[in-house]
């Protein structure tokens, strides 16, 4: 499978962005997909995820309440709309499948990633 990220961008704080992540193949919709991203300096991190069905989503601690992962299996595509955005929101957004089609938050549990988009927020 192939992952493409788009829809990073330079943002001012309280701000929004919408990253979209298209995915080639026929099989999309039987595995999770996820979001991480990677700020410099910074080991990735898990953003959000959401399962095989869109039925179920998990987020990060210091995502919840701004970020919803959203998918649509029928265009095979996943979104991430990000609202209220802050500088330390500052990072390289990773899409990215997951092995199974139930939510996990490990990188290890992915195994196929987007190639990044750049989101950077001022202050």
């Known amino acids: 499978v192939q992952l493409q990220a788009s829809g990073g961008g330079l943002v001012q704080a309280g701000g929004s962005l919408r990253l979209s992540c298209a995915a080639s193949?026929?099989?999309?919709?039987?595995?999770?997909m996820g979001w991480f991203r990677q700020a410099p300096g910074k080991e990735r991190e898990f953003v959000a995820t959401?399962?095989?069905?869109?039925?179920?989503?998990y987020y990060a601690d210091s995502v919840k309440g701004r970020f919803t992962i959203s998918r649509d299996n029928a265009k095979n595509t996943v979104a991430l709309q990000m609202n209220s955005l802050k500088p330390e929101d500052t990072a390289v957004y990773y899409c990215?499948?997951?092995?199974?089609?139930?939510?996990?938050?490990?990188?290890?549990?992915?195994?196929?990633w987007g190639q990044g988009t750049q989101v950077t927020v001022s202050s």
């Open positions: 990215a499948r997951g092995r199974t089609g139930w939510n996990t938050a490990r990188p290890a549990n992915f195994d196929s």
């Open positions: 193949g026929r099989t999309f919709s039987d595995y999770a």
């Open positions: 959401i399962s095989w069905t869109g039925g179920s989503t």
